[in-house]
Each structure stands twice: as C-alpha cells, then as structure tokens.
DNA sequence: AAATGTTTCGCAATCGATTGCGGTTACGTT
DNA sequence: AACGTAACCGCAATCGATTGCGAAACATTT
C-alpha cells in the first residue's frame, strides 16, 4: 500500500543528503565505512529498490527491447522456447512484447508504443498485411535499431535473421519428387510476404529443375489450419488431384492432413504431404508430418544477438542478413525414397 | 541517429519556453491560438513523441503491466490467443513479459524486474518449484496488484481466476467411468501445483462416487510430453493395466497416445485418453483428443480485467477468486456413452 | 488617468537517482 | 598558532514533461 521507497527516504531518515545515501549504496570512496552501513541496512530493512524509470529517464537507457510478432501463438510455433527472451534476459534486458494481430494498423500502433517507451531497440516480424515499413523504419532513424526476424520485408536493406525460404522450399520439394510424387499442391501464404513470395519460388524452381511442369490450379493461398481444409478439399476434387502436398507451414499442412484422413484418403500413400517450421505439431500428429526444421529456437537467439549488437554499436554501413540453416525432418507423412 | 526531439527542442526553435509547449500541446487555454499552432506544426514536422518515461516519473504511472508465467509457451498452450494483451492493450496499457521458466530463483528475479520497472500491476502464474509466495507478495504490499491464473498458490488471499479443477477432473473422470472404463490412471501435475493437487483430488473422489477403488500405482506424476511416454509405457506393463487414462494436461495427454501407439494399443478401443485444456492440439491428433476445455482466452481477458480493476481502485477486504467455466470436449480419444 | 480585468506566458518545483564541484570538518605538520 | 590536506558530505543541475503561481503586456472600465 504504501509507496516505494526512495532514496530521499532513507536520507530523510538517517538525516543525511539524497547524495550520500546513492554514494554508498554504490560504495563510493568519498563515504565512511560507517555511513556505508548505516545506509545499507537501512536499504536492505526497507527493501529499498531502485527505481528504474528515474533511472532510465537519468541514463536515457531503459534496458528494454522491444518485439513485435503478428501473434504471440507465433512464437511458439517458431520457438517452443524463446531465444529472444533468453538472451536478452542474460544481457539484463527486458522485454516488452505487442502483438500485431496480423494487422498493419495495429503494427504502426505497436511501434509508436514501443518509440514512446524508448526501447533500445526492436526485434520485429511483419504482418500480412504490412505493405509498407515507414513506422518501422523510422524507429530506426530514430535511433532504436532493429531486426526483422521470420517475415522480413524484402529488398529492404535492414538487418534480417531468416532462413533461405526458396532454398529450404526447393528442397522439400525435391524430396516430395525424389520419393516419386509429380503431381505436387502447394499451399502457399499471401504473396505480400517474402515467405510466401520465395516459398512457392523455390517450389516452382524444383519442378523446373525436374522436368515437372508448373500447375497454377495446384498453388492455393492457403495458410491456416482451416483455410488449409477447404484448399485441400477443392484440390482432390480436380480432374487430376495431386499426389503431395507442400504446406508452407506445420499448420496449413496438419490442416491438409486431416482433411484427407476425413476424406479417407491415405497418407502418405496416396497423398504426401511437408510442412514448414517443424514446431511442436510434427510430432504429435499420425502420421508424423515431414517438415523443414526453421530452428526457430536459434532464430530468436541470433535476432536478439545482433539487435544487441547494434544497441552497443550502432550500424555502419551496410546492414546485415544472417541466414539461420534449415534442414529436412523426414518422417512418415512423406514415401521413402526407393 | 539522432537524439529523440523534447519539448524542449520545440520551445528553443520557437523561443518560447518548454511550458508553453507543453501546455501549447494540451491546447491549454491559457495559450495564444497562434502560439499553438506554431507549436503544434513544428511538433508535427519533428515528429515529436512524449517521452513515456519522463511521464512515467512525472506521474507514477507507467502505463505497463508485467506478466509472468513458466513459459512463453504455456501462453500459448492455454491461450491460443492471449486475451490479456487484449484487454491490457484496449485500457492503454503495454506488456511486459517475463518467463521463470519453471524455475523459483527465476520468477524471484522476474518479480524484482517488474517492481524496478514499477508496473501497475502484475498477472502470475506460478512455476512448478514455486513453494513460497512473499516474493509476489511482496509486490502486493509495495502497491502493486497482484492477480493469478491457472495456477494460482493454494489458500492464500489473493485475487486468482482460475477453474475448479477439481470438478472439471471430476468431470472428465466420470465421463470415461460413463463409457464403461474402471480401471483408470492418472497421469499428474507435481502435487506442488494447485491443478496438481485439485486434479488429482477430483479424480479420487470421481471413482469414490462411482464405487471405483484408488490404485496408487494407477498415479503417476508426469506432465510433459515426454514424462508421459515413460509413464504410459510403465503403466501398460503393470499386471493389470489401465483401459483409460486421465492426463493433467493435453500434452501429456499427447505423450501417452503417441506412447500407446507406438505400442499398438488402439486408442480408444483399448485405452481410451482424456486430456486437460482443449488447445490446439486436441485437434489435430488422431484420434482426436477429448479433453477439458478450460477457456484459456476467458481466462486471460477475466484475469487482465480483474488487475485493471484492481489498479483503478485498491482491494477493498478480501480478494477475490474468480471461477471459469469449463466444459468436456468429447472427441474421438474417448469411448461413447451407451 | 487610475484601476481593474484579460490574455498570454515564464519561473521554478516536482518525480527519483546521479554526479561534478564546492564546502565543511578534523587532523596532522611545521 | 597557522596552514595544508585528507576525509566526508551537501548543493544544485540534470534527464523530460507537467503545473501552480505569479508576472508581464495589453485592453477595458470608471
């Protein structure tokens, strides 16, 4: 109930000035040994703790980041853990998280939010709706460096913690092809996300590479569990239905998944199907769900390492794009290779 | 780059003094028609931002409140989408989110954190170590409401929503005694935690009801996927095994059909499996997984509300507990009723 | 013309902690 | 006795924004 104790009080108290008592509490030579106690125990009887935002408006450091994620479930289907949170914990930051629902309005909200509250810096994702990145941007220009992670605006010279989307989407497109699937479904997100822009791209670029011709009925925006049940179920009712799926991530794929398994269709047998991020999902589901591995976990470390990096020395020059591995856990919702 | 603009900066440009831009700004009236707007179209043109924690000091008020749970995950588990970034960001208010992860020492310093950064209030839920509260407490006592949820300290005069565990674990108990399941283990929380001990105890006195005798080798403390598949695998390999398992979380829930799976016992035919939470997950396993449906996103708007409560008017005698609904989600991991 | 009123604005204190600089003791030295 | 010098400590400014109070400058009233 009663307010915090300040330093004034203790001053008050031991009828000393506001100026010894921070002296020696930081054990300055200036103070006595005797002052020293005296305040000491004073502070640690009336729990005296400092107070931070005095001390950040002092410092003009607030030792806090700042994260902006389309959602929070998002981390998780990324992280499972958070490296954000855990590096910047061993670094003595905090953490302020908002949320951008997927909407652009809202992003521009979370960064003046985040502007206000001084944060040292930001460690954002965009949302689907984001088209334009001046109220990120200018975070920048402000001082607050950031760093986009997972979905990060393209050709936008910013630093960037992400995986070689076309790359890792070749390469569990090519596995669909070498266990013997040609007729290949992409469920893809909104083209106005590099993801989903070099997402289908590495997937096209497979085909390509083997001789498989590209189908444009076969590519369905669709990125959701449940966006994902209708797109499969227009696909197996098409002339010539696909034979594999390539989901652009675990839950659009868990959505086919269980869409054909009500459609009676066997997979991986007559369907197969990868997904994207093998979060928590690829485990739980029957069959296990094939899918690229993000690393998520070290996705959010080396985000929250450099966006601390630049806080202790801002940019120069140009900015950085560090590309986290990916690799392929194959497991049984995609054939053997023969 | 360069350093955030104050009103300062304003008032030096208009030579003028930081008090009239100040109240220039709030369109006092006190202030010239042309003052204001010389003042307000140069904040506009430098884009000046109030810097948060200079009103932060000025007013006590810091327009945050902190949030702490075990993990980020759990959130997300319950949640799907938090409904306390939901409320809190309706009333104005940012986010601070700390994790302990599971561990006592952790959420010490996470409630240390949020006391610093004097937050308006905090949302906890408390780690599986946790054994003693005066760390949380102790906020409390410095001005800082407290609310938990989910797992909430037993008899103690706090604010807590949370559900009846005990009843909900009654309920699921019953449900599969309904189906024609006698013989049925409890896979549970530590008995540190409220649900752990609450669950456990609803699932006594369900088979005591029933007339269904308690087997202590039927309970086994694990709550976690992976805890879950060593407990299943123990429990099937007992003399006279389970035909159904009631588990304190759909995780674990997850852990042992996976397990029994693996050992081909059909699930629900053999074995049938209740979970707890009703997450995303319970969706998408096959079967699909009957649980409890704790409505974890009532929860956090029920919680985030109470607190800002709280914050706008002290507690007035006693705290208060705020019961959630729950319901049985009956899916395919159990047997129907005859 | 003096007095009162109105408009418009600045001074200074405040929030809590820090810190350069200066001031006051007390002690030792010559 | 006079001076020097540590040892110790307080004043006041600072960070950015707010606000009570008072003070100008000008207009209006009697």
Excluded at 117 to 143: C, M, P, Q
Excluded at 194 to 216: F, N, S, T, V, W
Aim: overall charge negative; aromatic content about 6%.
């Amino acid at each position: 109930m009663s307010s915090p104790i300040t330093i004034k009080d203790i001053a008050k108290a031991l009828n000393i000035s506001a100026s010894t008592v921070s002296r020696a509490l930081k054990d300055h030579p200036d103070i006595s040994r005797e002052t020293k106690n005296a305040v000491n125990d004073l502070a640690a009887k009336l729990r005296y703790k400092p107070n931070a935002v005095a001390l950040s408006l002092k410092n003009s450091r607030t030792n806090t980041i700042g994260v902006i994620v389309p959602e929070v479930v998002h981390f998780f289907f990324l992280f499972r853990h958070s490296g954000i949170e855990d590096v910047a914990y061993d670094a003595g930051y905090n953490v302020m998280v908002c949320q951008s629902n997927e909407m652009y309005t809202r992003e521009i909200i979370n960064a003046q939010a985040l502007d206000s509250n001084r944060v040292e810096g930001a460690l954002v994702s965009i949302s689907k709706e984001t088209h334009d990145f001046a109220h990120l941007l200018y975070l920048e220009e402000n001082g607050i460096p950031l760093v986009f992670f997972d979905r990060a605006p393209e050709e936008l010279d910013v630093d960037k913690v992400i995986i070689d989307d076309c790359k890792a989407a070749y390469n569990a497109t090519t596995h669909l092809i070498e266990t013997g699937c040609k007729r290949i479904a992409h469920l893809a997100a909104p083209q106005t996300l590099g993801i989903g822009i070099q997402r289908l791209a590495g997937y096209k670029k497979a085909l390509e590479d083997h001789g498989i011709p590209y189908r444009e009925d076969w590519v369905i925006v669709a990125d959701s569990f449940e966006l994902a049940g209708d797109a499969t179920r227009n696909l197996m009712h098409l002339p010539t239905p696909p034979e594999a799926i390539f989901a652009v991530n675990d839950m659009t794929a868990v959505g086919a998944m269980k869409t054909l398994q009500r459609m009676s269709i066997a997979v991986p047998q007559k369907v197969a199907i990868i997904g994207f991020s093998a979060g928590f999902f690829s485990d739980i589901t029957t069959p296990t769900l094939s899918s690229v591995d993000q690393h998520g976990y070290e996705m959010g470390v080396e985000a929250a390492k450099l966006l601390l990096q630049r806080i202790e020395a801002p940019v120069e020059g140009k900015h950085k794009t560090h590309y986290i591995d990916t690799h392929l856990v194959l497991r049984e919702s995609t054939k053997r290779k023969s």
